[in-house]
């Protein structure tokens, strides 16, 4: 199966900081999410970018398809930021999705 | 988007025992999906489920384990059976057109 890999596992930074995280996967994909899972255990939406540039806010997202890999970029980190960044893979709508083991932000005040 | 109700939110059960996670979804979708995250895990799909045929089981999940129902295109359920202190998760739920979004999870502590 199709495997993802992301960079780096663990980050902590000072509120304020900017922030890049990686995605790379090892096949060709028609589905491409970015999730923050806060706290209390729920999944938030970020982005659907199986290819392209999208931002939203403070959040933008990079999927370069040709060259199987995705990034997020968080500038001016706020302490609510927290929490576990996770990015999935699919074929499609009819496929289920294949998660990477995320990464770890702690933002400090 | 799709608005996903999960039921219970949280449970502890004893071993032995078996627990039915509902979802509800506020459209009708023909692919239910079921995940596992494990403590300080990323998630697992355990299952695809199709309204009107059997559920699709990912490896190293079974029927017998997992029994999961769809009696129509708007609802699903999961039974985490005959439970052991290694079952204990967040289970979710989660539909896709093009973009999935997933219920807010049922933690499940088995002791």
């Known amino acids: 199966g199709i495997q993802v890999e992301q960079s780096p596992p663990d980050l902590i930074l000072q509120e304020g900081a900017n922030s890049t995280l990686r995605c790379n996967f090892s096949d060709s994909v028609n589905n491409l999410q970015w999730f923050h899972q806060n706290p209390w255990g729920q999944l938030i939406n970020l982005f659907y970018i199986p290819s392209g540039t999208k931002q939203n806010g403070r959040l933008s997202a990079t999927t370069v398809a040709t060259e199987r890999y995705s990034l997020l970029y968080i500038s001016s980190s706020q302490t609510t930021d927290s929490g576990v960044y996770f990015c999935a893979v699919g074929g499609g709508g009819a496929d289920g999705l294949t998660f990477g083991k995320g990464t770890h932000l702690i933002i400090q005040p | 988007s799709a608005v996903i109700s999960q039921k219970p939110s949280r449970d502890i059960c004893q071993r032995g025992t078996s627990l039915t996670i509902q979802c509800q979804v506020d459209s009708q979708v023909t692919m239910m999906f079921w995940y596992r995250q494990q403590p300080g895990q990323s998630l697992t799909l355990i299952a695809t489920a199709n309204q009107g045929s059997e559920a699709t089981y990912e490896s190293g999940f079974v029927i017998d384990k997992f029994p999961i129902s769809r009696p129509n295109l708007t609802f699903s359920t999961l039974t985490v059976s005959n439970m052991s202190p290694e079952d204990s998760s967040i289970y979710l739920c989660?539909?896709?057109?093009?973009?999935?979004?997933f219920g807010q999870g049922t933690r499940l502590t088995v002791v």
């Open positions: 989660s539909v896709a057109h093009t973009e999935a979004f």
